[in-house]
């Protein structure tokens, strides 16, 4: 037995030699390090995409682990002593890369040309690259079924909407305290629903919609669009990328509609863990991502891209000018994040009994 380990030993310290021997990136230079990265992600399968795509250009081999964001987070948590994963990909939003019990899990960082990114956008803490803009507020409508229940599509453009008596126990939405995606919807909703922001009368409103969804609350964000598609749910409160997925991989039966109260895009963020196991190559996929050749590929999918100066290349994405586009207190929402997502479940759970 003692033979065997001193064996796997010797093995393992000529592969790491091998690793850090060097390697030939495109056009001949030398790249130190490993051909290995691990990225941690809850990212739609076409942002996961451009990951692969940076893979394929430097010939490194990315390995994508695809879960929900706090299973990441709590992952990257639990291996801390002992890093398994690189980077965080997506889920690193302004309330998580503030959270104390975050921010010492990830490596400090500033990517290069991070100060060429419009200045709300840039690096605010050290550690979190922003790479991409998520529209918070994305409400999916299953045309045949909304119509289904007597009412007229075209006339529907408005959180206001979801209210309607007619849509009690058909609308899915997911679990503020436990999803970033419904998180960001919950605050878009406390933002432009009452006088002021986040202000009581908004959070009765709030109130009824918790009233209204009867009971729907999902626990992945994938359920939701996938069950208006499928005609389970009615209206799906979810979010930008994955539903302008769905009408350019050609469905018919949705209508995508953001609310005309008013509209959040927040910045995605990338972070890579502390002492990752990878670093070069860790760093090396945080500046490709917000460079221009990295942007442009970010462009190719269904977010969109945090440089202003590369368009998105998806004609079903509707234009900014179209929108009513607001902007969020993110520091606010960021230090009351336990205290509101406290809330929304003390209300929801009210509401069943």
């Known amino acids: 037995m003692k033979k065997f380990f001193k064996l796997l030993m010797i093995a393992l310290l ?15 230079e030398e790249s130190t390090g490993s051909d290995s990265l691990v990225i941690y992600s809850p ?41 398994q994963g690189d980077i965080m990909y997506g889920g690193m939003n302004y309330a998580n890369s503030f959270n104390a019990d975050y921010v010492p899990l990830f490596e400090e960082y500033v990517a290069a040309g991070d100060d060429t990114l419009p200045e709300a956008y840039r690096n605010f803490n ?11 507020a994305a409400l999916l409508v299953n045309v045949e079924e909304y119509e289904k229940l007597g009412l007229n599509i075209d ?14 126990g058909k609308i899915a939405m997911g679990d503020p305290a436990n999803s970033s995606s419904a998180w960001a919807e919950l605050t878009n909703m406390l933002l432009v629903m009452g006088d002021a922001p986040y202000d009581e009368k908004a959070w009765e409103w709030v109130g009824e919609f918790i ?29 930008e990328d994955p539903c302008v997925g769905l009408l350019v991989d050609g469905a018919t039966n949705v209508r995508l509609i953001y609310p005309s109260e008013g509209a959040v895009w927040l910045p ?19 500046d490709w991502l917000i460079s221009d050749e990295g942007q442009a590929e970010v462009a190719k999918t269904t977010a969109r891209p945090v440089n202003p ?29 336990k205290a509101w997502q406290a809330r929304w479940t003390e209300m929801f759970t009210a509401a069943q009994n």
Request: aromatic share 6%; proline share 3%; glycine share 10%.
């Open 309 to 337: 100066a590369i368009s998105n290349t998806a004609k079903e994405m509707t234009p900014f000018s179209q929108i009513n586009v607001v902007y969020e207190d993110m520091a606010l929402c960021g230090s009351n994040k």
């Open 155 to 168: 006339d529907f453009d408005s959180y206001a909407d979801l209210l309607q008596p007619e849509l009690k």
């Open 268 to 286: 995605a963020g990338v972070a890579i863990v502390k002492n990752a196991p990878n670093m070069e190559n860790a760093k090396k996929f945080v």
């Open 14 to 28: 000529a592969c790491t030699l091998v690793a850090c021997g060097g390697s030939k990136e495109e056009g001949g």
């Open 43 to 83: 990212n739609s399968d076409p942002l996961i995409a451009v990951a692969e795509t940076f893979g394929e250009k430097y010939g490194i081999a990315v390995e994508v682990v695809s879960a929900g964001t706090g299973e990441c987070l709590e992952r990257i948590a639990a291996e801390k002593d002992n890093p």
């Open 211 to 239: 009233n209204n969804l009867d009971g729907v609350q999902l626990s992945s964000s994938s359920a939701i669009y996938k069950g208006v598609v499928q005609g389970e749910y009615v209206v799906g409160v979810s979010y």
């Open 126 to 136: 050290g550690i979190t690259t922003h790479y991409c803009l998520d529209g918070s």
